[in-house]
T-cell receptor, first 112, second 117 residues
Framework: GQQLNQSPQSMFIQEGEDVSMNCTSSSIFNTWLWYKQDPGEGPVLLIALYKAGELTSNGRLTAQFGITRKDSFLNISASIPSDVGIYFCAGTRGSTLGRLYFGRGTQLTVWP | DAGVIQSPRHEVTEMGQEVTLRCKPISGHDYLFWYRQTMMRGLELLIYFNNNVPIDDSGMPEDRFSAKMPNASFSTLKIQPSEPRDSAVYFC???????????????FGPGTRLTVL
């Protein structure tokens, strides 16, 4: 079953606004990943985080690996219409080599 | 480079029929994953392979589902007999291990949208 709690479930924002979403777990994760899924496509990796406390940027996207290793957040600055989609957090645990655990996703809608 | 390839992209079938979904992972990747995505349950891991060997099939819903990986470049997910509740988007993903820095990145295919009438 799902081990990651992702919030919010959906967001409706205006173009130009900043966006923040997060993921939490009761378990420690070794890796945090953030994916985006466009309609009719498979999820595509946005950012990967490998160390507790790590802060990584990819253009307008910034993500952090929580210091407790139980959470992560993703920020999108100055949103644009093409940011629309579903954003998933995912993580790996040392006890289950190779497997990714996914959050339920955040549906982002951007109004022009 | 070609990504993960899945076929067919869409499948419409009638209840009781056998359905076979196909996946070609990225060349050189040693892990292959099958997922199912629905509105109600989100992304669910069904089964995954490492070096063509099934590692964890605990996500397979029931005996009607089976998956095989006869070689490093091909995998199938079969549903027999299919039921309307199997309607979903099925994704295949692959990854490579043993890289520095460590990577857990999975690369997803475009998915197969299955509709069982």
């Amino acid at each position: 079953g799902q081990q990651l709690n992702q919030s919010p479930q959906s967001m409706f924002i205006q173009e130009g606004e900043d966006v923040s979403m997060n993921c939490t777990s009761s378990s420690i994760f070794n890796t945090w990943l953030w994916y985006k899924q466009d309609p009719g496509e498979g999820p595509v990796l946005l950012i990967a985080l490998y160390k507790a406390g790590e802060l990584t940027s990819n253009g307008r996207l910034t993500a952090q690996f929580g210091i407790t290793r139980k959470d992560s957040f993703l920020n999108i600055s100055a949103s644009i219409p093409s940011d629309v989609g579903i954003y998933f957090c995912a993580g790996t645990r040392g006890s289950t080599l190779g497997r990714l655990y996914f959050g339920r996703g955040t549906q982002l809608t951007v109004w022009p | 480079d070609a990504g993960v390839i899945q076929s067919p992209r869409h499948e419409v079938t009638e209840m009781g029929q056998e359905v076979t979904l196909r996946c070609k992972p990225i060349s050189g990747h040693d892990y292959l994953f099958w997922y199912r995505q629905t509105m109600m349950r989100g992304l669910e891991l069904l089964i995954y392979f490492n070096n063509n060997v099934p590692i964890d099939d605990s996500g397979m819903p029931e005996d009607r589902f089976s998956a095989k990986m006869p070689n490093a470049s091909f995998s199938t997910l079969k549903i027999q007999p299919s039921e309307p509740r199997d309607s979903a988007v099925y994704f295949c993903a692959s990854r490579i291990s043993g890289r520095e820095p460590p990577t857990d990145t999975q690369y997803f295919g475009p998915g197969t949208r299955l509709t069982v009438l």
